[in-house]
């Protein structure tokens, strides 16, 4: 039935969102501005809330628990649901949900079956929640990774995204520990680092560019080579990429790809005689590369899940945008493997707490440079839809804030030592 009473009301909610001013996220990330209309449906929702045995949750992820990705949403939503005593029965998980008219079909189901949140964890995914959410006002949609909610005029449309460039600092420097050791034994003498990454894309680069700055903090003279799959997750793509980085002397491939791939080829090369250690990203990859594997970069996604939820269940407005990172526990790296550096988690240790307290930005603006020159001004945000940031200054304070003026990030900078093998960012 609301999919049909959607139809019906979609042109009356074109012709309002026309009055509807967008919401607008402060630099915490976690307030937004309402218009009126807004207001008296905020009023509504205070007045009642949403009780933990009645919500009832749609989760839309892009592939299922054999990415690690969507392993991690997926853990995230079970850890969100048990610490607010809502039981995982009330949830509805759909798997291997495209980035196409297949997603607005199925957050149009689950809004049709009653949920009162829906979830989706891919960027391909938002145009269509965007749809559902137009057509579906009583119905509460979060894209993760997505970065138009501010924008949509849409009350009922979010976006969330932990600080990921937090963790692929910290583990770039369990990286930098292990090449500085590497380079101090004489082992490796090219201090050549290679990446694999999904798209150029600025949560890409922003990543990558992380990685690189941390490993530098240790070795200085480090630079990097990103081969691009085209694809979030591609075993064989990912593979092939980690290999043709490793015949080129690469000695520590990092990663912003969903599978096993990259580590699993690493492990292989390392097993053949060749000097290669791993970084992956989001869940421990030791089970596929024991020797290799120094660390994965984490997203703890619990945490933003049960901040979402608790926000709805207490009537109070969900924020246009919300994001956070270590000090609020969203953020990490996976046990250091075997083969990491003496005082390696004394290192991350110190990093993740200098992060935590201000101490530590990660993109301090005088440990980079773009074109030979210290880079002192970039937009954040981009208002006219050409794909190029023209407004909301990102560097002040002698860095660039990621991940302040929405919660996706946005730092799409080329800095000087990282070469793109397949793609331009």
Known sequence: MKKLFALLLSATMALSLVACSSSTTTESTTTTTTTTTEAATTEAVEATGIAASDIKIGAILVHDENSGYDL?????????????????????????????????????????AGCDIIFSDSYGHQTYMQQAASEFADVTFVACTGDTAATSGLSNLHNIFPYTYESRYVSGIVAGMKLAELMDAGTVTDPKIGY???????????GYTAFLLGIQSIVPEAYMEVQFTNSWFDLVAEGECANALIATGCVIIGQHADSTGAPSAVQAAYDAGTVVYSVGYNIDMTAVAPDAALTSAQNVWAVLYQATLETLMSGEAVPADYACGIADGATAISA??????????????????????????????????????????????????????????????????????????????????????TSEA
Not at 96 to 104: H, L
Not at 385 to 412: L, M, T
């Open 336 to 421: 250091l493997g075997a083969s990491c550096a003496d005082g390696s988690q004394e290192a991350a240790d110190a990093a993740f707490a200098a992060i935590a307290d201000g101490s530590l930005q990660v993109f301090d603006t005088t440990t980079f440079t773009v074109g030979g020159e210290e880079v002192t001004s970039a937009m954040a945000l981009d208002t006219d839809g050409d794909w190029v940031n023209d407004s909301a200054e990102a560097i002040y304070d002698g860095a660039f804030h990621e991940s302040v003026h929405r919660s996706a990030p946005y730092f799409a900078l080329g800095i000087d030592g990282i070469t793109l093998l």
């Open 72 to 112: 991690a949403h997926i853990e995230g939503i079970e850890a969100a649901c048990a610490n607010l005593g809502i039981d995982l029965s009330q949830v509805t998980f759909k798997y291997n949900i495209p980035e196409d008219e297949t997603c607005y079909d199925t957050a149009a189901d689950l809004a049709d």
């Open 196 to 206: 694999v990454g999904a798209y150029p894309y600025a949560e890409v680069v922003s």
